[in-house]
């Protein structure tokens, strides 16, 4: 297994809950038997990009502020298992389009300036619930309703009890205004300010 060097850093992007949201998901851990997700790493992943040179953080950060204004309504209504890395996991029986479209949209931009990425398994947008798992029963559960806002550039930094992620930039998907103003034609200001 590779080591990371101190210039280089684990990365991927990310949509991030809310407080409420997350509350709602561990709620979902309770059955399941495995190392469960803490609290503050609960995240659907857009993109990993594995080992990254730090130097790469500003224009990583900069690719994240260029998204599309994307926020959605995620109802998160089923839970499952994927049995070759024993993971369980919620995720959703119909995914938005806005979800997928939000992922290509990242997809194509990592392309477009040459950065590396997992692109060897197709886009399955859930959260992990718990690592080393066993199958989990059938859970009945008021579906979870995750207005989801927030994305994010995140460090897994590993240590003894697992992963810990690290949010290094984060920016709110809803809808901006764009000014010209002294920093520039591409300064978004968000509609709320």
């Not at 684990?10 to 059955?31: E, H």
């Not at 994307?70 to 029986?93: C, E, K, P, Q, S």
């Not at 477009?112 to 690592?131: S, V, Y």
């Amino acid at each position: 297994m590779p080591t990371q060097s101190q210039d280089s850093l684990r990365l991927f992007y990310a949509l991030w809950p809310d407080a409420g949201t997350r509350t709602d998901l561990m709620q979902l851990q309770y059955p399941l038997h495995g190392r469960k997700s803490p609290y503050e790493n609960l995240h659907i992943t857009l993109a990993f990009l594995g080992p990254q040179p730090s130097a790469l953080l500003p224009v990583l950060k900069d690719i994240l502020t260029q998204l599309p204004a994307a926020a959605m309504t995620l109802t998160i209504d089923r839970v499952g298992y994927f049995n070759r890395n024993r993971i369980a996991w919620a995720g959703m029986h119909a995914v938005p389009e806005r979800l997928l479209g939000l992922q290509r949209d990242l997809v194509q931009t990592l392309t477009q300036h040459e950065i590396a990425f997992d692109n060897e398994t197709r886009f399955k947008p859930h959260i992990t619930l718990a690592r080393d798992a066993t199958l989990p029963p059938d859970i009945l559960f008021t579906p979870i309703t995750w207005r989801a806002n927030q994305a994010a550039l995140v460090q897994s930094v590993t240590g003894p009890d697992g992963p810990r992620y690290e949010v290094l930039a984060m920016r709110s998907l809803d809808e901006v205004l764009w000014s010209q103003d002294e920093r520039g034609p591409n300064s978004a200001i968000d509609s709320a300010a």
